[in-house]
């Protein structure tokens, strides 16, 4: 975050300057200058939590699109498509299809002719 300070500093200047002249119409100069004052600083700090969540939520967004540019400059395959052709040779790598053994592993709570029965008895009713 470039000219962090300065554009804090800009804010809090701002706020300290709308604060003092809209205070000054119904206060005594002393309690406007001290309002403004109270409005300089929380706009100060106000500001850097403000501006990095902006920063964050903006960065992704910029930095993938200049790569995306830089890719396609260079005649470089996409760094999208690349992340995406390796997790889909991923994916592939850890696929195993079930086997019969680990069928026969798997035993059924019921019977399936009680659960028929069961199903046949509460559709009855």
């Keep these: 975050m470039k000219g962090t300070l300065w554009i804090n500093s800009g804010l809090g200047i701002l706020a300290f300057v709308v ?3 809209t205070a000054w119409a119904s206060n005594v100069w002393l309690v406007s200058l001290e309002r403004a004052g109270v409005a300089f600083i ?9 501006r990095w969540i902006i920063s964050k939520v903006t960065q992704p967004l910029a930095l993938s699109t200049m790569e995306e540019e830089d890719a396609l400059q260079n005649g470089a395959a996409s760094p999208v498509r690349e992340t995406e052709d390796q997790q889909s040779e991923a994916s592939e790598e850890s696929f195993a299809p079930l086997a019969v053994s680990q069928m026969e592993r798997i035993r059924p709570i019921e019977d399936p002719t009680t659960v028929a029965e069961v199903v046949r008895r509460l559709t009855d009713e």
């Excluded at 929380?42 to 403000?50: C, K, Q, R, Y």
């Design 42 to 50: 929380l706009f100060f700090l106000v500001a850097f939590p403000v």
């Design 19 to 21: 604060t003092l002249a």
